[in-house]
């Protein structure tokens, strides 16, 4: 702050800031308020300029504010099974037992455990598997975990790259923060016009629930939305395509990770009654489609 003295005639007594002092002689008056104008300026650009520099950078620090993503992620792995549930087809038989089997050879040496959750029976299409859904989804909010697997008992991996801990810690940290659901597998894609997450591809709708994943706050949100359609009075209900308009009301996105992580391979389907044929055989099947559409679709 520059004080300016009361009395007239003594402009040498100008104060100054101890950093900009310097003497005045009383006939350069009018040129050495000039220079301090000229100073303040100068020093007020600088601040700009800081202050410039500080809101450039606030995007990303409110993108980190926004993240409810942790530090430390802890994870579970839930499978919904009909193997041993009275009523059920004979198809189920030792189904979970091969599934576990599959994955102990494929992740050898993972510490990946499964939490089991049995399979619910329905007269209804799709009511039976979406109160398994919610019933798993329950356990997975009971066990408090930050990111949860969940996987039909026929669901088969790729590769192995799942089983490794940085793999899936990757997947964590990189996935979108506007994402409801992540589909680790799938068919018939319908993907969004706007893709701009390297390792993840947004869907306006598919098929295939055999395996997916969600964050720890989505999963009351997606148990109570399952709720909602065991509700309905009509002949079926579709939990895969159905998860899409609950996205769309919590203002959030579903995603599948590219490439794919698991397939639904050839057997009995206890939502349709019938032995299907493999689907979304392809892990590439997402990288392969031309995107420059504004609603595509690959098959696969």
Known sequence: MFILPKRRGMMSKLKVPTRYQFSIPRTETVGTLFGLCCIVQFAFLIKMSSIENQINLLPGLFERARSKKEPNPSFGFFVVSLQGVNGSDVANSGRLDSF????????KGSEIEFAVC???MHKKRGFGITQSWVN???RAIAADVSFAFFFEDDAQLFNNSFCHPGYRNALYR???EDL?????G????TVHPIQNQPGFVRLN????????????WNLASLRDFFLSDLEYPGPAINPDTGWYG??????????ASNPLIVKHPQGYSNTWKVVREEVGANPSALSEINMSGSSVRAVQ
Do not use: E
């Not at 576990?100 to 992740?107: E, N, P, V």
């Open 118 to 120: 049995p399979g619910a």
């Open 180 to 184: 409801y659901v992540l589909l680790l």
């Open 205 to 216: 709708q598919s098929l295939g629930a055999y395996g997916y994943a969600v964050p720890r």
């Open 174 to 176: 990189a996935f979108p």
């Open 186 to 189: 799938g068919h018939r894609w």
């Open 136 to 138: 798993c989804i329950g």
């Open 100 to 107: 576990m089997s599959d994955w102990k050879d494929t992740c």
């Open 246 to 255: 609950f996205a769309r009301k919590s203002n959030k996105a579903m995603y």
